[in-house]
């Protein structure tokens, strides 16, 4: 069987444990004869597999009694409509930090709902760097402050959030949650799409602030109410159980490695070893973003030859490569190293990256 390289940015690989396990079990859970997404969301073999996996995401973020572990369908992109339902009220304002094209689509979302504008932005020099923000230079009507941790078509990453003041932040951790820890004062929404580093696609955690969910727009239609599915424990409506198993699993991989804690050191060691091809290409390779804002997620870098960057993805998927052709939207080449991505993986890549440049 041809070795397959899985460097796709989303929907991306999952950790060879949690997928030999699901084939063990998913389809006959605990000799019940019944797959996990076949069987009742209301009975008790599921509730164990929900329950146990939003427990083992407070556990390994570290979230305080304080806040709601949610469970949602639709995706971040669901996110950027919902929060500004939510919270944007006709007398407030929503604040942007502009860093990638995914907090651009959420600023111009909550633009169709209220007011909305731009606290920060990099778009001036491409999207290569995180902005510069003080959160103090936010109008007095201010509802929320809206950021995105880590921008996957640019590959920037926030190193530290901001020290919040008396507004509410809410972060799209979309392509990072679960590779390092929340300072839980500093935030008071955490989001992500479970399908770059945290599971399958199909289900969407959401951690909320209570005190903040309970001042939420009432006047919306129930199943957009973050405090409907608080009440029901993210059991409205029918969850979609294998995303949420296949979750929980992850979360299970992520605690027999280490941890949060674990990931992170992984990401940085990974990372390292294509930055370092980079950085030592004599410009063959360049990367796009600035070296104060590089991301650990999502390696972004061009060859300044257009032939020979074709070139270059057309071996690197020959090789079995997957998904190293940048966003189409600005090309380039691109290596997401999520969680699940196994060193050895992006050793084989960085290597590759080296006989290229030897033999163009």
């Known amino acids: 069987m041809k070795t397959v390289y899985n460097f796709?940015?989303?929907?991306?690989?999952?950790?060879?444990?949690?997928?030999?396990?699901?084939?063990?079990?998913?389809?006959?859970?605990k000799d019940s004869s019944l797959s996990v997404i076949e069987m009742s969301h209301r009975g008790p073999l599921y509730?164990?597999?929900?329950?146990?996996?939003?427990?083992?995401?407070?556990?390994?973020?570290?979230?305080?009694?304080?806040?709601?572990?949610?469970?949602?369908q639709g995706g971040a992109s669901l996110q950027f409509a919902m929060l500004p339902m939510n919270f944007l009220t006709p007398e407030k304002k929503g604040a942007y930090v502009l860093s990638g094209s995914w907090s651009e689509k959420a600023?111009?979302?909550?633009?169709?709902?209220?007011?909305?504008?731009?606290?920060a932005s990099s778009k001036e020099n491409q999207f290569r760097s995180i902005p510069s923000v003080d959160y103090n230079q936010c109008s007095d009507d201010t509802s929320y402050i809206h950021i995105t941790s880590n921008n996957t078509i640019f590959g920037t990453q926030w190193a530290e959030f901001p020290k919040k003041t008396n507004i509410p932040v809410f972060v799209d951790a979309s392509s990072d949650i679960f590779s390092y820890k929340f300072d839980w004062n500093n935030v008071d929404v955490v989001y992500a799409g479970a399908q770059k580093n945290a599971g399958p696609s199909g289900v969407t955690v959401v951690i909320m602030r209570k005190s903040l969910m309970q001042e939420g727009n009432k006047s919306i239609p129930k199943i957009l109410s973050y405090e409907t599915h608080a009440k029901s424990d993210s059991l409205y409506?029918?969850?979609?159980?294998?995303?949420?198993?296949?979750?929980?699993?992850?979360?299970?991989?992520?605690?027999e490695n280490g941890g949060v804690d674990g990931m992170k050191e992984k990401a940085t060691n990974k990372a390292a070893l294509l930055?370092?091809?980079?950085?030592?290409s004599n410009?063959?390779?360049?990367?796009?973003?600035?070296?104060?804002?590089?991301?650990?997620?999502?390696?972004?870098?061009?060859?300044?030859?257009?032939?020979?960057?074709?070139?270059?993805?057309?071996?690197?998927?020959?090789?079995?490569?997957?998904?190293?052709?940048?966003?189409?939207s600005v090309g380039g080449c691109r290596a997401?190293?999520?969680?699940?991505?196994?060193?050895?993986?992006?050793?084989?890549?960085?290597?590759?990256?080296?006989?290229?440049q030897q033999n163009n």
């Open 8 to 29: 796709n940015p989303g929907p991306s690989a999952l950790p060879k444990e949690v997928l030999q396990e699901a084939k063990e079990s998913m389809f006959d859970y």
């Open 47 to 72: 509730e164990e597999i929900h329950f146990q996996a939003i427990n083992r995401v407070r556990a390994l973020l570290d979230v305080p009694e304080e806040f709601d572990i949610l469970f949602i």
């Open 107 to 119: 600023y111009q979302e909550a633009e169709r709902i209220g007011n909305a504008y731009t606290l």
């Open 237 to 255: 409506h029918t969850p979609p159980t294998g995303s949420i198993y296949l979750l929980g699993l992850v979360m299970k991989w992520i605690e």
């Open 275 to 280: 930055y370092d091809v980079i950085d030592n």
């Open 283 to 328: 410009n063959f390779y360049v990367g796009h973003a600035e070296k104060n804002s590089r991301s650990l997620m999502n390696v972004t870098f061009r060859i300044a030859d257009e032939a020979l960057e074709k070139k270059f993805i057309k071996e690197a998927a020959e090789k079995g490569f997957e998904g190293i052709k940048g966003h189409r």
């Open 336 to 356: 997401s190293i999520y969680n699940a991505v196994p060193v050895e993986h992006v050793e084989a890549l960085a290597q590759f990256m080296k006989e290229f």
